[in-house]
């Protein structure tokens, strides 16, 4: 069986040598030592200012949503995951969407000041399968109309702009350390935030506002994780250059071998290092990609249909129509794509594929 993603699992005797010191210092969660050591390798293998390292991607887009949003409207996207919406709908907030653009699949900036309003608070964008929003223009509009920018920056690590890390852009960046991300922590997630006062307020939030034993700086929720989540974090960063140039070489055998004239591809950015994070393909209809999934599923074959359906259209937010992602959303598939997937198992996805393009 060929699935979609397979998570990596780095060798077990080195999972087991961190878990050694965890054991050692008997000290299993409340940002141990392991949970330090973590945040600063990864600050540095991204070059960020700060990292809070939280329990998972969802809780850090509910904690920039709480200090930003203010129950307020929350221009977002109707391309993502379903945690980017149902984060604002949990936090009191109305999500407002705006489509997308059809090549590069990020929000349309050019469409996000028609949909402002005075009860505007923010716009939580997603750099979706890793391909940068266009942060320069939504600068501008956030700056001329006094609006936060958060980016849902799940699919993002590794992903540079113009040279620098991309959750350096927008006043909040969220990523997702779940196991089918990336990089990994089993479940866990970050956030990234450049300002210090404003760091400091995800900081004292992702800990129940605790200043001190006794005091408290203010309201606070847990999206504290462990030192065992931490571990496997520490056990799989060594791996990761090896991990996106795996990813690498599938994307190029998919770009040189798929039939390109009959499907569309995502347009990456440009001045975007992308991260080879998700292979998504249009098809030219639902009936077609329905036709090839059948055709991918006979040999065993799974792809998934991400983004599926446009978040416009679930029970909770129903009512805005966003015919772009609505269309992309119907015939959008993505591709398996993880470290290891060998040539022989390429070619049967390419094959499969091409042979039922017709
Ligand atoms: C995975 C994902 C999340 C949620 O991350 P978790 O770690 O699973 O909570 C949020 N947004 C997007 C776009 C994602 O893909």
């Known amino acids: 069986m ?32 392991l949970l ?12 960020v200012s700060n990292v809070i390292i939280m329990t998972n991607g969802t809780i850090p887009i509910q904690i920039a949503l709480k200090i930003l949003g203010k129950e307020g409207e929350i221009i977002t996207t109707p391309f993502s995951y379903v945690a980017t919406t149902s984060s604002i709908v949990w936090e009191h907030c109305k999500p407002v969407f705006v489509d997308i653009h059809p090549e590069y699949l990020t929000i349309d900036e050019t469409k996000i000041e028609a949909a402002i309003t005075p009860k505007t608070t923010a716009i939580l964008a997603t750099h979706v399968f890793g391909n940068p929003c266009n942060v320069e223009a939504i600068e501008a509009i956030a700056k001329k109309h ?12 590794g992903v540079t702009y113009k040279g620098k890390s991309i959750f350096d852009f927008g006043d909040v960046s969220t990523c997702s350390f779940h196991a089918t991300k990336l990089f990994h922590t089993g479940e866990g997630g970050a956030l990234f935030c450049n300002d210090a006062d404003l760091n400091h307020k995800m900081y004292f939030s992702h800990n129940f506002g605790h200043n001190g034993p006794l005091a408290f700086h203010g309201l606070g929720v847990n999206g504290k994780t462990s030192e065992l989540q931490a571990a496997m974090g520490l056990a799989v960063l060594p791996y990761i250059d090896d991990i996106i140039h795996s990813r690498k070489e599938a994307v190029e055998y998919y770009n040189a071998n798929l039939d390109c004239g009959k499907l569309q591809m995502l347009k990456i950015r440009e001045n975007a290092s992308w991260n080879y994070s998700y292979y998504p393909i249009l098809l030219e209809s639902e009936a077609k990609l329905l036709e090839v999934q059948q055709a991918l599923n006979e040999v065993d074959i799974y792809p998934r249909r991400y983004f599926y359906p446009s978040l416009n259209t679930i029970e909770f937010t129903k009512g805005q129509s ?25 070619e049967q996805i390419v094959h499969t594929i091409n042979n039922n393009l017709g």
């Open 146 to 157: 006094n609006l936060k920018v958060i980016y849902d920056a799940a699919h993002c690590f």
């Open 36 to 47: 330090l050591e973590l945040e600063e390798k990864v600050k540095k293998y991204l070059s």
């Open 322 to 346: 966003m015919p772009i992602s609505e269309d992309v959303a119907s015939r959008v598939m993505c591709l398996p794509l993880y470290a290891g997937l060998v040539a022989s198992e390429l």
């Open 2 to 33: 060929i699935n979609v993603t397979k998570t990596f699992f780095p060798p077990i005797e080195e999972y087991q040598e961190q878990l050694e010191r965890v054991w050692k210092n008997q000290w299993l969660t409340n940002r141990g030592e």
